[in-house]
């Protein structure tokens, strides 16, 4: 058993307070065998060349689940950016590519709405998919 592989399918479904943060869960080390996973970590930063790219979150694992997610507090204006880690007792994975944004507004108003689709900011099947796996 080696080094778990790196998560994939890294999603972040925004909502206007708070965001949920959605990844596949690792099945296999870099040798392609496969692997125990005992944390999860969550990194954020504020900036796109990720200088102040910090942990802000472990998540201890046993879960079978075949997605795993977590819920952080966004401000909205600051839309941080995302990657996730791997651990078991060999080390720890490279980092995840960075998150999906997905923005699922809390709006009602079908103008905004359709604006937003066309922005790409919005997907509802993505966001689905994302949320429900």
């Keep these: ?19 949920i943060i959605k990844w596949d869960r ?5 040798n392609e065998e496969d692997v125990s996973i005992t ?3 969550i990194y954020r930063a504020y900036n796109s060349n ?5 942990i802000i979150q472990e998540i201890d694992t046993l879960d079978n689940d075949n997605q795993i997610d977590t819920m952080t507090i966004d401000f909205p204006a600051t839309f941080p950016y995302y990657k996730i880690s791997a651990v078991n007792d ?17 709006i009602e108003d079908k103008k905004d709405k359709e604006e937003i689709e066309k922005l790409g900011l919005y997907d509802k099947s993505k966001y689905d998919e994302a949320l429900f796996g």
């Design 90 to 106: 060999l080390g720890e994975s490279d980092l995840s590519d960075e998150a999906t944004n997905i923005y699922f507004p809390d």
């Design 26 to 30: 690792v099945l296999k080390d870099i």
């Design 50 to 54: 990720l200088s102040d790219l910090e």
């Design 39 to 41: 944390k999860y970590r």
């Design 1 to 19: 058993m080696g080094v778990p592989k790196q998560p994939k399918q890294v999603y972040v479904v925004r909502r206007s307070l708070f965001s």
